[in-house]
């Protein structure tokens, strides 16, 4: 399984861009890279999913270079309720979610 | 829109008792999972289930656990015996797929409190 790495924390303040990458340098061939959201006291929710280049849905965009070896999550203007936990995951079939990189939005 | 929901929102049991989390996964799909978070802490994988059988466990779900679908709609997780290290929230999962590119919802979770 392909281990990935992330920040642990990262603030901002609302109405800006945020960036999270996560590294997997050993991702295989057929893996995809999937993010997941979690709120407190909730459970992880999926947000977005790639293979390659760049996916965007109505959450958030997902780029990911030719080499596939990292990826970037993208939220653009964040307001206080994107304040969560979010989580990468590489062809992880039993959902390892590490420590994940804790986003704070602020006033 | 399609969820899993879990049963209770919170139970409180006394430590040595045994307690049975219910979760109804949504209903086309395959595979089901359980995980806990113990509070301030990750998220941590103990077993997915599927074909009626468990396919994987995490060395968290030791003999204390077990899990069932008895009726093909509900998923149970049952704790046998429980421990104060067990007060956590407990999540349930379920997907259509499996591996890379399977998208797995999770219901609101089951916060243990023992006591």
């Known amino acids: 399984l392909a281990k990935t790495t992330q920040p642990i924390s990262m603030d901002s303040y609302e109405g800006q861009e945020v960036n999270i990458t996560c590294s997997h340098n050993?991702?295989?061939?057929?893996?995809?890279i999937t993010w997941y959201q979690q709120f407190p006291s909730q459970g992880p929710r999926f947000i977005i999913q790639g293979y390659k280049t760049k996916v965007t849905n109505e959450v958030a965009s997902l780029f990911i270079p030719a080499d596939r070896k990292s990826s970037t999550l993208s939220l653009p203007r964040v307001s206080l309720s994107d304040t969560a936990v979010y989580y990468c995951?590489?062809?992880?079939?039993?959902?390892?979610f590490g420590a994940g990189t804790t986003v704070t939005v602020r006033a | 829109e399609p969820e899993v929901t879990q049963t209770p929102s919170h139970q409180v049991t006394q430590m040595g008792q045994e307690v049975i989390l219910r979760c109804v996964p949504i209903s086309n799909h395959l595979y089901f999972y359980w995980y806990r978070q113990i509070l301030g802490q990750k998220v941590e994988f103990l077993v997915s289930?599927?074909?009626?059988?468990?396919?994987?466990k995490s060395e968290i779900f030791d003999d204390q656990f077990s899990v069932e679908r008895p009726d093909g709609s509900n998923f149970t997780l049952k704790i046998r015996s429980t421990k104060l290290e067990d007060s956590a929230m407990y999540f349930c999962?379920?997907?259509?797929?499996?591996?890379?590119?399977?998208?797995?919802?999770f219901g609101q979770g089951t916060r243990l409190t023992v006591v």
């Open positions: 995951l590489v062809n992880d079939y039993k959902l390892s």
């Open positions: 999962a379920s997907s259509e797929a499996q591996g890379s590119g399977a998208e797995a919802f």
């Open positions: 050993n991702i295989a061939t057929n893996d995809y």
């Open positions: 289930f599927y074909n009626n059988e468990i396919s994987e």
